[in-house]
């Protein structure tokens, strides 16, 4: 079996190595890299290309969500779940805008922390019930306005709005990669640009709201 190479970034370095020992006991996962603040991270994230980055959210020199952003911005396709004492709204939200893909409490059993690792390495959400709850709320909420008059419509790029054409469409990623011989990661990263420019929560709202986009 392959096991997963993870990186974790936590600058207390007593849990760092504690939640290295349990990963590393798992025969499905190991520890590829250990960093002390974000900075760090970036660069292992550069070398190492791990399958997943486990992200302290507070950090000295850059935090969790500062570098989760910078590693993104230079590494699309990475995969980041921010760990954390608190369960603020605020940080779930920052952590989301940011790009990371789960955020996780560090008062969760050896067990569910695992199963959270699992998740995130098979491209699922992971996020306290608590808080999953709340995204769902402010995902109703954003789509339930009205949609912006063609005066507010975003500055898309001519790429991005050949994309948002073909999934006004229907067509999916790899169609519309086809469609316009783009790499399907880039397909990937214009649709996410979109979503995030038109404030759309999913690809059917932006459908939506592309009749609005002069």
């Given at each position: 079996?392959?096991?997963?190479?993870?990186?974790?970034?936590?600058?207390?370095?007593?849990?760092?190595?504690?939640?290295?020992?349990?990963?590393?006991?798992?025969?499905?996962?190991?520890?590829?890299?250990?960093?002390?603040?974000?900075?760090?991270?970036?660069?292992?994230?550069?070398?190492?290309?791990?399958?997943?980055?486990?992200?302290?959210?507070?950090?000295?020199?850059?935090?969790?969500?500062?570098?989760?952003?910078?590693?993104?911005?230079?590494?699309?396709?990475?995969?980041?779940?921010?760990?954390?004492?608190h369960d603020e709204d605020e940080n779930l939200f920052?952590?989301?805008?940011a790009g990371a893909h789960g955020y996780m409490l560090?008062?969760?059993?050896?067990?569910?922390?695992?199963?959270?690792?699992?998740?995130?390495?098979a491209g699922e959400a992971v996020l306290p019930p608590?808080?999953?709850?709340?995204?769902?709320?402010?995902?109703?909420?954003?789509?339930?306005?009205?949609?912006?008059?063609?005066?507010?419509?975003?500055?898309?790029?001519?790429?991005?709005?050949?994309?948002?054409?073909?999934?006004?469409?229907?067509?999916?990623?790899?169609?519309?990669?086809?469609?316009?011989?783009?790499?399907?990661?880039?397909?990937?990263?214009?649709?996410?640009?979109?979503?995030?420019?038109?404030?759309?929560?999913?690809?059917?709202?932006?459908?939506?709201?592309?009749?609005?986009?002069?």
């Amino acid at each position: 079996m392959t096991r997963a190479r993870l990186l974790l970034a936590d600058d207390h370095e007593l849990f760092r190595e504690g939640l290295a020992g349990l990963i590393n006991a798992q025969p499905d996962m190991q520890v590829a890299g250990q960093a002390g603040d974000g900075f760090e991270a970036l660069a292992l994230a550069r070398t190492l290309r791990p399958d997943l980055i486990v992200m302290d959210i507070n950090m000295p020199v850059s935090n969790g969500l500062e570098a989760t952003r910078l590693v993104r911005a230079e590494l699309p396709e990475a995969r980041i779940v921010i760990l954390t004492v608190h369960d603020e709204d605020e940080n779930l939200f920052e952590a989301i805008k940011a790009g990371a893909h789960g955020y996780m409490l560090k008062s969760l059993g050896s067990a569910d922390f695992l199963a959270g690792l699992r998740h995130a390495l098979a491209g699922e959400a992971v996020l306290p019930p608590r808080l999953a709850a709340r995204v769902l709320d402010e995902f109703a909420r954003l789509a339930a306005r009205p949609a912006p008059p063609p005066h507010d419509s975003p500055d898309l790029t001519p790429r991005e709005r050949d994309v948002l054409r073909l999934i006004s469409a229907g067509a999916t990623d790899k169609e519309i990669a086809a469609q316009l011989s783009l790499s399907l990661h880039t397909v990937k990263t214009h649709v996410r640009n979109i979503l995030g420019k038109l404030h759309a929560v999913n690809r059917r709202h932006a459908a939506r709201l592309a009749a609005h986009v002069r």
